[in-house]
């Protein structure tokens, strides 16, 4: 957290507020691909160095946005309500997690895969992709399935992986539902008779 | 096949294979990133050239190695002894399936990994990997999982996907055996009770 005048401080996040809310915008009309920072300067009305200094580089930026949205997710996931967040028993929360996954990666994957491409680390060991393969386990766990737990929730987290999840959506043209059909069924099927 | 005497026929398969000898070789002794061509040309004692003409590129290269390795993965699964190759029920054959394919990415997983680098269409898409994704979908239709075995196939494969599996091995230090247990464990919940 920045010191300074309250003034200050809230002017800054509201700028950052509004650079963010810019990028989001250009990212969905014209893709994370296309996206420069001079097309963002140019929207939000500033010099390309002010959206330099903010976020340090294009990369920067692509994950100060998906940032943004996976604390949010997890917020759900952690928080929220049932079935998605706690209080719902653990594979009607695996399937509603599985569900909110591919959701969150047909709105939010591109600037997941721009942010893992060409980086196994970035892709398997992230902070976001660490803590929702701990969540999977915790309900593996909670639902009984005690053996190498971690472990089988990396399996299934691979199914879930932003790049293979886009790669269904957009090359095979699978749909949504279809994918949440085929997670709830195998998850389903996994946690039959704890 | 090329047409010309046998004889000469038969000596560019020996010089290919001495060729792909040589390259198997170094990439065992210095890994797949630090291989060049000039190292094989050096190795076979031929000019760097003979090399080109014959492979195309160092990608071409990587590719034939790669491919030669997974024409006899597949001669295994496909026509091999049992539990791997017919004979045996599904799950044997799923449970032989995932420890042959992890042993497999222990031993080529660096190939498969630099040829399918900075591109899901040779991740996802690739004929060797189509081939083995029809396999376990004819295995799951076998056991009786019927419910769009196809897609329930990619969710498994993706478990199976050589960077994971590089990634577990090398970056985490998961034992090998480790890993078959966990696909073991996977795939005989999943088949339970048909």
Not at 130 to 153: K, N, Q, S, T, Y
Request: proline share 7%; aromatic share 6%; with cysteine.
């Amino acid at each position: 957290m920045p010191f300074g005048a309250p003034s200050e401080r809230s002017d800054a996040a509201r700028n950052r507020e509004r650079l963010l809310h810019a990028a989001r915008e250009l990212v969905n009309e014209c893709g994370v691909d296309a996206f420069t920072m001079d097309m963002l300067a140019c929207r939000a009305d500033v010099g390309k160095g002010t959206v330099f200094r903010r976020f340090g580089s294009r990369a920067g930026l692509m994950m100060t946005l998906l940032s943004d949205s996976e604390s949010e997710f997890q917020r759900q996931f952690i928080f929220g309500p049932p079935p998605l967040g706690p209080g719902a028993p653990p594979l009607e929360r695996l399937i509603a997690f599985g569900e909110a996954r591919i959701k969150f990666v047909e709105e939010f994957g591109e600037l997941a895969r721009a942010a893992s491409e060409h980086s196994p680390q970035n892709r398997h060991d992230a902070p976001p992709v660490v803590l929702w393969h701990r969540h999977i386990e915790m309900l593996l766990r909670e639902a009984g399935l005690d053996r190498d737990p971690w472990l089988l929730a990396l399996s299934l987290g691979a199914s879930l992986d932003p790049e293979r999840v886009l790669h269904s959506l957009r090359e095979h043209g699978i749909p949504q539902e279809r994918l949440a059909a085929s997670w709830r069924e195998l998850v389903t099927r996994l946690l039959k008779d704890g």
